[in-house]
């Protein structure tokens, strides 16, 4: 895969020189990586991530504690049931009320796992989201950019954005003498009338 974007990328430049003829390319390379972790919507979404990964551990503790409480529960029960000072028929009563509180247990742990899964794939998926929806901001605003300025063509400077596990991390542009870097426009385009509390906050 990789051999075969530098072989698009390179048959690209190749037919850019050949239609442009004497035509001087103006070319550019943009750091995508740093342009995301700059953007003020990539802060604000850490920012409101790390909010709903606080509630859902808020219940989980909440969660914890009824689990803990029914134990507690459960050994006094049990120990009530094995009270030899009490009738045979009051400590079946209790051994009942023992084996329904362990019935409870298994029910509470069980929705815990179930919560524990869930809260896993809402976090992952509201990270996805939040990052689809940036990056086609960014290369909208990375695109007007280009056109505006009359650039051929804009490379990634950067590792793929964000590095997945397995993936190869090695930049796709590994030389760049004379490319026009515009990650910093980019960043103060997009950064232009952001809120001050949020730049503020991801400090």
């Known amino acids: 895969m990789k051999h075969l974007s530098l072989f698009l990328a390179t048959a690209l430049l190749i037919s850019f020189g050949s239609t442009a003829g004497a035509q001087s390319l103006k070319l550019g390379k943009v750091d995508l990586k740093k342009v995301f972790d700059g953007?003020?919507?990539?802060?604000?979404?850490?920012?409101?991530?790390?909010?709903?990964?606080?509630?859902?551990?808020?219940?989980?503790?909440?969660?914890?504690?009824?689990?803990?409480?029914?134990?507690?529960?459960y050994k006094k029960l049990l120990d009530a049931a094995n009270n030899k000072a009490v009738s045979l028929t009051e400590r079946d009563k209790r051994k009942a009320d023992a084996e329904a509180k362990l019935r409870e247990i298994r029910e509470i742990e069980e929705s815990l796992r179930q919560f524990d899964r869930s809260a896993r794939v809402q976090i992952g998926e509201q990270q996805r989201n939040m990052r689809d929806k940036i990056i086609v901001e960014i290369r909208e605003a990375i695109n007007g950019f280009a056109k505006a300025d009359s650039y051929a063509c804009i490379l990634d400077s950067s590792a793929p954005l964000p590095p997945a596990p397995g993936v190869n991390t090695t930049p796709f542009l590994l030389y760049s003498a004379g490319l026009d870097d515009i990650t910093e426009k980019i960043i103060t385009q997009l950064n232009a009338g952001a809120p001050a509390a949020v730049l503020d906050k991801a400090k």
């Open 39 to 73: 953007y003020w919507k990539t802060k604000q979404a850490d920012i409101n991530l790390k909010a709903r990964a606080r509630e859902l551990e808020d219940r989980r503790s909440e969660m914890v504690v009824d689990v803990k409480k029914a134990n507690e529960d």
